[in-house]
T-cell receptor, first 112, second 113 residues
Framework: GQQLNQSPQSMFIQEGEDVSMNCTSS?????WLWYKQDPGEGPVLLIA?????ELTSNGRLTAQFGITRKDSFLNISASIPSDVGIYFC????????????FGTGTRLKVLA | DGGITQSPKYLFRKEGQNVTLSCEQN?????MYWYRQDPGQGLRLIYY???????QKGDIAEGYSVSREKKESFPLTVTSAQKNPTAFYLC????????????FGPGTRLTVL
């Protein structure tokens, strides 16, 4: 099945630094979702985006729905150790479908 | 508390045996989904159901079967026909489209011995 291109695949950062990651697709999407997954647990929904250009925040997290509708970005400000985990994007291509396509994940490690 | 429950958390089975994974939600969601996750990879859709008594194959349905007899429940059976069943299985649910962001359960780790 089709998958999104998510980058970077992994990153090490110092506590307090800002983090940026993105997802790109060859197809236009109507919805973008961002999740965080801890080891051995289910993904937790962080932010949902429904409109091109939309910018949405959830605490220190900010996500944007790209204007071309083929990409999305997630930023984490002032990272803390508990931000460690895998971040997934998911896109929904058609307004008439229930199916989402998931990115391969960005593994984040925070150095105290 | 509203949420999605999956049981058991860990499951072991012998080769050649069928096994059923449970998924229950009390969020009053219409749609439910099953995903498979392998180490270092993203989520791949096995089956999904938009409404009771109806379900559709996802990208990797071979060797799996589901039923949706109740709105709250969407069990997944991993059959002996599934060649590589060892994986982490995730259940999710959502409202109807277009605002159908998916919420996930805690997952079941299946190991075939």
């Amino acid at each position: 099945g089709q998958q999104l291109n998510q980058s970077p695949q992994s990153m090490f950062i110092q506590e307090g630094e800002d983090v940026s990651m993105n997802c790109t697709s060859s197809s236009i999407f109507n919805t973008w979702l961002w999740y965080k997954q801890d080891p051995g647990e289910g993904p937790v929904l962080l932010i949902a985006l429904y409109k091109a250009g939309e910018l949405t925040s959830n605490g220190r997290l900010t996500a944007q729905f790209g204007i071309t509708r083929k990409d999305s970005f997630l930023n984490i400000s002032a990272s803390i150790p508990s931000d460690v985990g895998i971040y997934f994007c998911a896109g929904q291509g058609s307004s008439g479908t229930y199916k989402y396509i998931f990115g391969t994940g960005t593994r984040l490690k925070v150095l105290a | 508390d509203g949420g999605i429950t999956q049981s058991p958390k860990y499951l072991f089975r012998k080769e050649g045996q069928n096994v059923t994974l449970s998924c229950e939600q009390n969020l009053n969601h219409d749609a439910m989904y099953w995903y498979r996750q392998d180490p270092g990879q993203g989520l791949r859709l096995i089956y999904y159901s938009q409404i009771v008594n109806d379900f559709q194959k996802g990208d990797i349905a071979e060797g799996y079967s589901v039923s949706r007899e109740k709105k709250e429940s969407f069990p997944l059976t991993v059959t002996s026909a599934q060649k590589n069943p060892t994986a982490f299985y995730l259940c999710a649910s959502s409202h109807r489209i277009p605002y159908n962001e998916q919420f996930f359960g805690p997952g079941t780790r299946l190991t075939v011995l």
